[in-house]
Structure formats: C-alpha cells, structure tokens
C-alpha cells in the first residue's frame, strides 16, 4: 500500500528563516498533492495545491515543490514567524476518491 | 456560512455503548468524509460519500456507520464503542471529490474529541 513519509522529529528554527518540510511517498506519484496546517486542538487548514504536472507552486510566503523522480514534496516558508508555528500535513490524491495524509511535522519558530 | 460544524466537541463513553457523531455543512458540497487522528498515525479514513444516498468506506470502517439521506448533513456511528475508538474525529467536505476531475479543497470541521473508558 500506499506510504507517506513526513519528519515525526519536530523543526525548530528562528524567525526570518525558511523552514523546509518534507513529504515522503513509496511506489507511484499522485495526481496531486495538498499541504495543510494544523493548529492544536483545531481541524487541518488548506494551504497550497500542486499536480503532478507543476514543478512548483507559490502563494505569498509560501512555496511548494513536486519531484516526481525523487518522489518527494517540499514544503518551504520564507521570513518564517512565530505565527507559523503549527503542524503541517501533506495529503496526496491518487483519484480514487481517497486522500491519503501523512503523519505531519510539527514546526516551531522561535523569536 | 458555518462551513463544517460538529458535535459534540468532547464525549466520554462507556465500553458497548453507542452514540453518533454529527457534522453538518452548509457550503452545498458534495463530498463529506470522516478522518479519525491518533498520535503517530496521521489522519485516516473512516468513510466518505460522494453525494446524498452514496456512502463507502474508507481505510479503518470497522465498528462505524454511516448515511447520508441530505446534502448538508453526514453522521457517524459508533455501534458498540471500544477503547481502541479512543480518538479525535474529524469531519470534512469539499465540493467534488471525483476520480478523474481532481481533488478540490478539503475544508475540516473542529473534530470532537472522543474517549472511550
């Protein structure tokens, strides 16, 4: 089956940095790939959208990457601030009707 | 708009006890689905419709109903609740989640956090 790969270990960097999150997957690409943030206690936030045909994706501070030879995803946040500090969870859509998430990766950014 | 709601936020049940679960969507979706959220494990898929009267499951169906008789409105079921259904639950709907037309955003509920002794 399917697997997903995200850093379980928590990121922690300073503010104004770029944070780089990764998303792992086995076997064949997805048709896309969705990034989402999750707050303590709250439901998981959409964030960015990339096919498989998109190298790349950018909304405001925000950057996606889709290698389909590498099978990964990188998620990047530019000038990051503590405001940023959240989980963030990879999802890919095989079209089957059925996301597939990751486990997420926690991130911290530190005054 | 609301957008997903559910009830209740926080449950505490007994072994073999049943209760169901609401969530509720006023955005007109057609695609309602229920994730539970365990530490290390990630979101997985419960069960999901892809319109009013179509239900199917989804990766860990066992010892959950559901139906969906209105657009609006999807509930989960818990028959006889075990410990091992200890979780987060959450709720979510898009507008169209269909084999070939791509996956359009997810937008979740609060989840309602459920603990079973």
């Known amino acids: 089956s399917q697997k997903i790969e995200q850093n379980s270990e928590a990121l922690n960097i300073q503010e104004g940095k770029t944070a780089t999150l990764t998303c792992n997957y086995t076997n064949y690409s997805p048709a896309y790939l969705q990034w989402y943030r999750q707050d303590p206690g709250r439901g998981p936030v959409f964030l960015l959208l990339?096919?498989?045909?998109?190298k790349e994706k950018r909304k405001e501070r925000l950057k996606v990457t889709f290698d389909t030879t590498l099978k990964q995803s990188l998620f990047h946040i530019t000038a990051s601030q503590p405001a940023d500090s959240a989980t963030y969870l990879c999802?890919?859509?095989?079209?089957?009707?059925?996301?597939?998430f990751g486990t997420g990766t926690r991130l911290q950014v530190f005054p | 708009n609301a957008g997903v709601t559910q009830t209740p936020k926080f449950q505490v049940l007994k072994t073999g006890q049943s209760m169901t679960l609401q969530c509720a969507q006023d955005?007109?979706?057609?695609?309602m689905s229920w994730y539970r959220q365990d530490p290390g494990m990630g979101l997985r898929l419960i069960h999901y419709?892809?319109?009013?009267?179509?239900?199917d499951q989804g990766e860990v169906p066992n010892g959950y109903n559901v139906s969906r008789s209105t657009t609006e409105d999807f509930p989960l079921r818990l028959l006889s609740a075990a410990p091992s259904q200890t979780s987060v639950y959450f709720c979510?709907?898009?507008?169209?989640?269909?084999?070939?037309?791509?996956?359009?955003?997810?937008?979740f509920g609060p989840g309602t956090r459920l603990t079973v002794l």
């Open positions: 979510a709907s898009s507008y169209s989640l269909l084999s070939g037309s791509g996956t359009d955003t997810q937008y």
């Open positions: 955005m007109n979706h057609e695609y």
């Open positions: 999802a890919l859509d095989y079209n089957t009707d059925k996301l597939i």
């Open positions: 419709s892809v319109g009013a009267g179509i239900t």
């Open positions: 990339i096919r498989e045909n998109e």
